[in-house]
């Protein structure tokens, strides 16, 4: 499948900003079933390009001279499989041990402990057990916009029983580490249809050591991961993989303003 992705943030502060500094994980992830076609990102100030730990593209992005809007346009195309849970399988940065401890946003208590090991029981398939885990989850953890902020951790939306899909994938995380598998966070984008709200999106991938593979699960829609997503980045939680995260000295009080469009065509 082709995805067709614009992706405009637009940062518009009450005063004068002195400095920017914005770590930018904008860029698709190269994989065996994902592929750029073309990708551009369009962006004022001096850009550094390089690798993070977890594989991640990362453009370091300043801004040194005041300026009171700061507006990030990103335009592309990528190619992706459509086979539903198969490996889209990456060179690996880090040891799948490393996606296996508790990191900040995903620390789990007795009560969600508790939760996974029932939500998660079985003697079945792997795949089949995460599946009905995430089918919990969701359940669990309603998706509602707007209930929950970024830096809110796993325990914080299981105890307020609703969030956003990151919200969602943190607490799919935080269940598979205290079963000691190891789980990663996903960023990315995700063609919802022609019907569909959905555009930027996160999700989870649980190493399969039988397999040798991550296996994706969108924990929002309680199913495998297919050729409708598209990857940014990954890592231990949300502050790992989070598309635009950075500071910035000045500014005041601060309007954010995001528009995604994903597409399996231009014209759309």
């Known amino acids: 499948m082709l995805l067709h992705v614009r992706h405009e943030t637009v940062y518009s502060y009450a005063e004068a900003v002195r400095y920017t500094i914005q770590a930018l994980r904008l860029t698709p992830r190269r994989e065996a079933r994902q592929r750029v076609v073309s990708w551009s990102i369009q962006a004022p100030g001096r850009r550094i390009e390089q690798v993070d730990a977890h594989g991640n593209m990362v453009h370091y992005l300043t801004v040194e001279s005041p300026h009171r809007e700061l507006r990030l346009l990103v335009n592309g195309v990528v190619e992706t499989d459509e086979t539903d849970g198969q490996p889209n399988s990456d060179a690996l940065q880090l040891s799948p041990l490393a996606y296996r401890t508790a990191s900040s946003l995903t620390a789990t208590d007795a009560a969600l402990a508790a939760f996974a090991a029932d939500a998660f029981a079985g003697s079945d398939d792997l795949r089949l057990r995460l599946l009905r885990g995430a089918q919990a989850v969701a359940a669990a953890v309603a998706w509602r916009p707007g209930s ?121």
């Open 148 to 268: 929950m902020q970024a830096s809110d951790t796993a325990i914080s939306a299981f105890q307020h029983r609703e969030g956003l899909c990151q919200d969602q994938a943190h607490v799919f995380i935080a269940c598979c580490r205290a079963l000691g598998l190891s789980a990663r966070y996903v960023s990315g984008y995700l063609y919802a249809g022609a019907e569909g709200s959905v555009a930027s999106h996160a999700w989870a991938e649980v190493w399969l050591d039988s397999l040798g593979h991550w296996y994706g699960v969108d924990i929002t829609h309680a199913r495998p991961v297919a050729g409708q997503h598209c990857r940014l980045a990954v890592g231990r939680d949300y502050l790992d993989a989070a598309p635009v995260r950075g500071m910035r000295r000045g500014g005041g009080q601060e309007r954010m303003q995001v528009t995604v469009l994903v597409s399996n065509s231009p014209q759309q």
